[in-house]
């Protein structure tokens, strides 16, 4: 359970309430939760996906190093009006990489709208992906 308040008295009142009704731990303020940085100063908060993205990128081994090197970096997810079509291609021997990556990027679109259309039409390919859908699959992750 998070809690999160502008009020300090009441936030520890509320822990206290509920040490006495049920066994728990205080781990403190939280800075890493469900793939979501957050960094917080007397203010405001910032949250944060960037070590998320790190991570899938790494997950995809196309690190900073990688991407820069060897790839040119987009700055679209998506051609405009690009058509993929089930059979674009050669089949992908092995789609489980695939299909994990989607499923990263369905997660990360939840709070980056940008890529929230390309994932979509990826998405759509998870079953049967071909190369033409893993260079496009390639493409959102240049871009993130």
Same mark, same amino acid.
């Given at each position: *359970?998070?809690?999160?308040?502008?009020?300090? *008295?009441? +936030?520890?009142?509320?822990?206290?309430?509920?040490?006495?009704?049920?066994? *728990?731990?205080?781990?403190?303020?939280? %800075?890493?939760?469900?793939? +979501?940085e957050?960094?917080s100063?007397?203010?405001? =908060?910032?949250? !944060? @996906?960037?070590? =998320? +993205?790190?991570? /899938?990128?790494? #997950?995809?081994?196309? !690190?900073?190093?990688?991407?820069?090197?060897?790839?040119?970096?987009?700055?679209?997810?998506?051609?405009?009006?690009?058509? /993929? %079509? %089930? $059979?674009?291609?050669?089949?992908?021997?092995?789609?489980?990489?695939? *299909?994990?990556?989607?499923?990263?990027?369905?997660?990360?679109?939840?709070? #980056?709208?940008?890529?929230? #259309?390309?994932?979509?039409?990826l $998405?759509?390919?998870? $079953?049967?992906?071909?190369?033409? @859908? =893993?260079?496009?699959?390639? #493409?959102?992750?240049? =871009? /993130?």
């Open positions: *359970m998070d809690i999160i308040g502008s009020d300090p *008295m009441a +936030i520890a009142f509320l822990k206290q309430h509920l040490r006495s009704e049920l066994e *728990m731990k205080d781990l403190g303020f939280f %800075r890493y939760f469900l793939g +979501i957050v960094v100063s007397s203010h405001d =908060y910032l949250l !944060s @996906q960037q070590k =998320y +993205i790190a991570d /899938l990128l790494d #997950r995809a081994t196309l !690190s900073d190093h990688v991407v820069t090197t060897t790839f040119s970096l987009v700055f679209t997810p998506m051609e405009l009006h690009f058509k /993929l %079509r %089930r $059979n674009d291609g050669i089949p992908l021997l092995q789609h489980t990489q695939y *299909m994990e990556l989607v499923s990263s990027l369905i997660y990360l679109s939840a709070t #980056r709208p940008d890529i929230s #259309r390309a994932v979509y039409v $998405n759509q390919f998870v $079953n049967a992906p071909t190369l033409a @859908q =893993y260079a496009v699959l390639l #493409r959102v992750l240049r =871009y /993130l």
